[in-house]
């Protein structure tokens, strides 16, 4: 008889639920450390190729954002400016959901791995709240490697002005943010089939990515008033408008208390919910 067959944990070992959860959370950094190269590549890419874009080709073809300047409106800041905290976002968002809901797909199919982790001497929602730590911590990865790209990459007289950043907020949204991109994955991971992985990107990543606000300002939308509102189902609007307020305050930006208590919501409502859902898929 095993926890999958009953819902309660094995007997503790020695050490106990504590030393379990370190275990796997170890587990999951060492598999990371293996697969490095890949984590590398799946995180910078886009961020790399939309500043490459927006930042570099654009205006030097003269289709910069705002005109062939590549300003956002006359002498405003540039567009590299503006895309700095949504691309910062937006890779929290997918490092999130990719390294906690792709992994948990397979392990609920063809690997059975899950099975393992819920042998551990420890509560079944223990194993997946592990595995939301797990993919915040590789998602806090994932923003301090493309803070640097997106800082770099850009025509000259092009570059991103981050004046006044608020390195506090920084780290506060950085750790909400990733929280809910890995709560979000979890959510994804449980109710979604394996041979339905593909439309996960279609129907849930492609629309929150471009009506995120990671191009523009939320406040911008004011003369597209239901677009406007009807965003903020989104999280990776207070995502992005987090940080614009910690690293860009110049740029228009929600309130901090409206984003810091919509991403703590979020993340409360993302994660009762994948932590149920996970229950129902490990307790058979």
């Not at 300003?71 to 567009?79: E, K, V």
């Not at 301090?144 to 570059?159: D, E, K, N």
């Amino acid at each position: 008889m095993t926890a999958t067959a009953t819902g309660r944990p094995l007997p503790a070992a020695a050490g106990g639920p504590r030393q379990a959860f370190v275990a796997l959370l170890l587990r999951d950094v060492r598999v990371l450390r293996k697969n490095l190269g890949q984590f590398l590549i799946r995180t910078i890419m886009q961020p790399l190729l939309f500043t490459f874009v927006f930042s570099y080709v654009f205006p030097k073809i003269g289709q910069g954002i705002g005109g062939g300047s590549g300003r956002a409106a006359g002498n405003g800041p540039t567009f590299a400016t503006i895309l700095v905290p949504g691309l910062i976002a937006v890779a929290i968002i997918f490092q999130g959901i990719q390294a906690v809901a792709l992994p948990l797909v397979q392990e609920f199919s063809f690997t059975k791995e899950i099975e393992d982790r819920v042998l551990a001497p420890m509560s079944v929602g223990l194993v997946g709240f592990g595995k939301v730590v797990a993919g915040a911590i590789q998602a806090m990865l994932a923003a301090v490697v493309v803070f640097p790209i997106v800082m770099v990459v850009h025509a000259r007289g092009q570059g991103p002005t981050v004046r006044g950043a608020n390195w506090a907020l920084f780290l506060l949204v950085l750790v909400l943010a990733s929280f809910l991109g890995a709560a979000f994955g979890l959510l994804i991971g449980t109710s979604f089939d394996p041979r339905q992985v593909p439309l996960i990107f279609s129907i849930i990543v492609l629309p929150l990515t471009l009506l995120g606000c990671i191009y523009y300002p939320w406040a911008t939308l004011t003369p597209i008033p239901w677009l406007k509102y009807g965003v903020l189902i989104n999280p990776l609007v207070y995502m992005s408008e987090g940080m614009r307020a910690a690293i860009t305050p110049s740029l228009p930006h929600m309130r901090v208390w409206v984003v810091v208590l919509a991403m703590l919501a979020a993340t409360g409502a993302l994660l009762v919910q994948a932590l149920r859902k996970f229950r129902q898929r490990v307790v058979v």
